[in-house]
């Protein structure tokens, strides 16, 4: 989350610690940064005066398995300021700051593998959306150039990313390190990523970027986007005939991998042909010929 705030909320500030930006002999911008136990940006702007705090939710520490909300709001800045790099004052940011990013995250109890391949096998579009592994998962994201519209939505393993690097050294740091560790296993999470102040206002539905709305909202954007980007459908039975003989050499000829299978689609049928309504007996007979996948598996009741 990155909040920006008055100039006024920040005090007995330890300059030794910041990296100062001077421009003709007067300093403009002192910038603090670290990466562990968590990640936390703090950048007094004097140029236009104001304050900018950008810190991930590990910045709970032992409550990080609670997220940032409306609860622990006050936990993050108690601890930023346990840094002794400097004093932010708790009430006057929560009270009047605007947040211009911030991340969505939802943790659920279920199988990465059974998620991963249910999406990959449902995206709606696949000239709209593109997938890439990440953390035995994967991350959905539109295909658009402007930063306003961009969705990228990470689904992955919580408690293998909790395995890695800073992450594994954040949780050994941890005076409940063990109750952590329990608390992901197995668990996946879903992590929309809001980058700019339209987003957030679009996504969480509400009338501006103010901390409180932002922690009051009662929108579930992650849902929004997977009813956007996966196409769910029932599994249900066919009678094998011969035309979904001839979709199932398709289908084994591009690997089983349904994004061929579009490319393949488009380059046969004019523009003006409704794919989605083409790919449907594709999705259906994939799930009649790949019985290891889990077809009762509904991603939108994950999420809800």
């Not at 104001?50 to 997220?67: D, P, Q, R, T």
């Not at 409306?70 to 009270?95: F, H, M, P, Q, R």
């Not at 992901?184 to 969480?204: A, H, P, S, W």
Request: proline share 3%.
């Amino acid at each position: 989350m990155k909040l920006i705030t008055s100039i006024d909320n920040i005090a007995d500030i330890d300059y030794t610690k910041f990296i100062a930006t001077m421009r003709y002999d007067e300093v403009i911008l002192y910038k603090y940064q670290q990466k562990q136990p968590y990640s936390l940006t703090i950048q007094i702007d004097y140029n236009h005066d104001e304050l900018a705090v950008e810190f991930s939710g590990k910045v709970l520490m032992e409550n990080y398995c609670k997220l940032i909300n409306s609860t622990t709001i006050g936990t993050c800045i108690d601890n930023i300021n346990k840094l002794n790099i400097c004093k932010l004052n708790k009430e006057a940011v929560i009270g009047n700051s605007t947040v211009v990013k911030c991340d969505v995250t939802k943790d659920v109890k279920a199988d990465i593998d059974s998620v991963s391949s249910m999406i990959r096998q449902n995206i709606a579009n696949y000239s709209k959306w593109n997938t890439k592994p990440y953390y035995k998962g994967l991350v959905i994201e539109n295909v658009v150039s402007t930063p306003r519209y961009k969705k990228r939505l990470a689904i992955y393993d919580k408690s293998k990313e909790l395995a890695r690097g800073n992450s594994e050294k954040f949780v050994r740091s941890l005076s409940n390190a063990q109750y952590v560790s329990d608390y992901f296993k197995d668990k996946v999470r879903f992590e929309l990523n809001l980058n700019t102040m339209y987003q957030i206002r679009q996504f969480l539905n509400i009338p501006d970027n103010r901390l409180q709305s932002v922690l009051n909202s009662q929108a579930n954007p992650i849902l929004t986007v997977v009813d956007e980007a996966v196409k769910y459908t029932h599994h249900r039975k066919m009678p094998m005939k011969l035309r979904d003989y001839e979709r199932e050499l398709l289908i084994k000829e591009c690997g089983y991998d349904l994004a061929k299978v579009e490319a393949k689609v488009r380059a046969l049928f004019s523009r003006n042909t409704s794919i989605q309504r083409i790919m449907t007996p594709y999705r259906e007979l994939l799930k009649q010929i790949n019985p290891s996948n889990d077809t009762s598996l509904d991603i939108r009741e994950l999420v809800a």
